[in-house]
């Protein structure tokens, strides 16, 4: 029997979240960033949602936001006619870029010394970041706002998307359009896998795959609702997708298949991606959280810990279990930043003096459980931000029923009854001492 999916949920934003980013993977592992309408992109540790620091700055609503490779460097979009770059270490506002009207787009070069930038005054431009002081390349030619716009070819060209139904490819030394693409509906996301030159783009119900460098059409899959955004796993083997239904959908990438759906959100998803290791894939909802889910469900990775069956247990002379319910794995997840913890915590940009020196980002402390052999993030040495740890109180219940329910049934009278509910007390006790041996080691060590 399939396991249920139990995705960890990250709080913190107060609007829609609309756009959602992760860095590559470096030695303090990989980040994730999100752009959300209260005009206040979160930076988080990519595997846990674990919060890391908010940039401040912008008077409007965020449409779009990024990271580089490394997660040096962070850029946003914003309805308040500014792109900004960011220092991601340390939460300093690098550079306000000014343009004409709203910024839907921000995207790095491989090298991260060009921005290419889009929104609704339906030019695309590449900033030489550095070069502050220079007026950027401009390249006109959409007819409508610019929703996305992405490197690809090895920078050498560019893809956008806009609401006047295309999609256009651009060569960047010649500002030329290359090739056009013209849709039914309006393209809702576009997302650019370099491994394959493969894009991947959402327009309806429709999820369609492009040969990125020449635009040839690989395969087309139809969603039983409007679908927002949708993502390929880095090894080609599936894909996901969320739209108005608040489902998501996964998908056999070969067969064309469905393979699953299930809801978590409660509002429409409006963008989706998969991590660079693959190992999850995160979700930004119109409800105001993000949520990670797992790609191999059951797997001990980040927050999630697998709960072994008890098969070989020394003490099994005690009555059996319920099988089904002892082999299903019981997944510890964590509460993503409190009403109290979002009053109370420091925060990047330049809010942040008012908490100490200039930008400093401060966030979450290191969870406990987790590999320490991987070295903390600069940013991260900084962290006191409280957290706590939620227990799922639920999945002992539930066995604790079952297994009275069984014993009911190899008994025949009321003492045996007895004798034998005792015994599976002791086993319910000596299951469950191994999942929950680290919650008095987190809770003696969480800053009061």
């Avoid at 006619?81 to 220092?87: I, R």
């Avoid at 090739?179 to 997302?191: D, H, I, P």
């Amino acid at each position: 029997m399939a396991m249920r999916q139990t995705p960890l949920t990250c709080s913190g934003h107060t609007r829609p979240v609309v756009d959602l980013a992760f860095s590559g993977i470096t030695p303090y592992g990989y980040f994730l960033i999100s752009a959300c309408k209260d005009g206040k992109p979160m930076l988080r540790q990519g595997d846990t949602g674990d919060w890391i620091g908010t940039f401040l700055g912008h008077k409007g609503a965020v449409w779009g936001a990024t990271l580089n490779k490394e997660a040096t460097k962070a850029a946003t979009a914003a309805a308040d006619f500014t792109a900004k770059v960011w220092d991601a270490v340390t939460g300093d506002e690098v550079l306000t870029l000014a343009h004409k009207h709203i910024v839907k787009s921000v995207n790095f070069t491989q090298d991260s010394n060009f921005l290419l930038t889009g929104g609704n005054d339906k030019v695309l431009r590449i900033y030489d970041l550095n070069k502050p002081e220079a007026d950027p390349q401009e390249i006109a030619g959409h007819t409508s706002a610019i929703k996305k716009a992405l490197w690809c070819y090895n920078d050498q060209q560019i893809l956008s998307a806009a609401d006047d139904k295309t999609i256009r490819l651009w060569d960047k030394n010649t500002k030329e359009s290359v090739k056009t693409l013209s849709f039914e509906a309006s393209v809702s996301s576009m997302e650019y896998i370099p491994d394959g030159e493969i894009l991947v783009i959402t327009y309806g119900r429709t999820i369609a795959f492009y040969n990125a460098h020449s635009l040839d059409l690989i395969k087309t899959v139809d969603a039983p609702a409007s679908i927002h955004s949708a993502s390929l796993h880095p090894d080609k083997d599936f894909f996901v997708a969320g739209g108005d239904d608040f489902k998501l959908y996964k998908y056999d990438y070969t067969t064309k298949e469905e393979m699953e759906s299930y809801k978590g959100h409660f509002g429409p998803i409006h963008c989706v991606r998969f991590s660079p290791d693959g190992e999850l894939y995160a979700s930004g909802s119109e409800d105001g959280t993000l949520r990670l889910w797992q790609t191999a469900v059951g797997k001990t990775y980040g927050l999630w810990k697998c709960v072994l069956p008890a098969e070989s247990h020394p003490n099994s002379f005690l009555p059996p279990v319920n099988v089904k319910t002892a082999r299903s794995c019981r997944q510890k997840t964590r509460k993503r930043c409190t009403a109290r913890q979002q009053r109370s915590r420091p925060e990047l940009g330049e809010r942040g003096r008012q908490q100490g020196k200039r930008g400093e980002v401060t966030g979450v402390g290191e969870v406990r459980g987790r590999d320490r052999s991987r070295k903390p993030h600069p940013s991260r040495v900084l962290c006191h931000h409280p957290s706590s740890l939620e227990t799922d109180r639920t999945a002992e219940h539930d066995l604790s029923v079952e297994m009275k329910q069984h014993t009911h049934s190899h008994c025949g009278n009321e003492h045996q009854e007895t004798a034998v509910e005792l015994r599976a007390l002791v086993q319910i006790l000596t299951l469950q001492l191994p999942a929950l041996s680290l919650i008095p080691m987190i809770h003696q060590s969480a800053p009061s």
